[in-house]
């Protein structure tokens, strides 16, 4: 059975960092993009930010750029997010998602559509 395990969140204030982790087990993702979204109450769920197998392609929602940076390690079949300077805008569950589809490209898959596992959310909550 393939599963996500997100941890990392929290209640934190603005200004603050926070790491999350995302540990995949039951297949390996080495080989395809993976990628973090975000979901706040009465909203749809939005990529943050997705990364190619290798690491060298990334993609970041406008609102996270030069604050938020999405890395993986394949080894351990894990994807990080690091937030700084979050904002209480940044308030949100966050989802960490993997795809099976696209093995080696280094094409940008942003699309909820483009992920086919998905973890069970991690709480971020910025107080301001």
């Known amino acids: 059975q393939v599963q996500l395990g997100e941890s990392g969140g929290g209640l934190v204030q603005a200004g603050d960092s926070l790491r999350l982790s995302c540990a995949a087990s039951?297949?390996?993702?080495?080989?395809?993009?993976m990628g973090w979204f975000r979901q706040a109450p009465g909203k749809e769920r939005q990529v943050v930010a997705t990364?190619?197998?290798?690491?060298?392609?990334?993609y970041y929602v406008e609102s996270v750029k030069g604050r938020f940076t999405i890395f993986r390690n394949n080894p351990k079949n894990t994807v990080y997010l690091q937030m700084n300077s979050l904002k209480p805008e940044d308030t949100a569950v966050y989802y960490c998602?993997?795809?099976?589809?696209?093995?080696?490209?280094?094409?940008?898959?942003?699309?909820?559509?483009?992920?086919?596992?998905w973890g069970q959310g991690t709480q971020v909550t910025v107080s301001s």
């Open positions: 990364i190619s197998w290798n690491g060298r392609e990334t």
């Open positions: 039951g297949r390996t993702f080495s080989s395809n993009p």
């Open positions: 998602a993997a795809s099976t589809r696209a093995a080696y490209s280094n094409s940008r898959y942003t699309r909820v559509a483009d992920y086919d596992y």
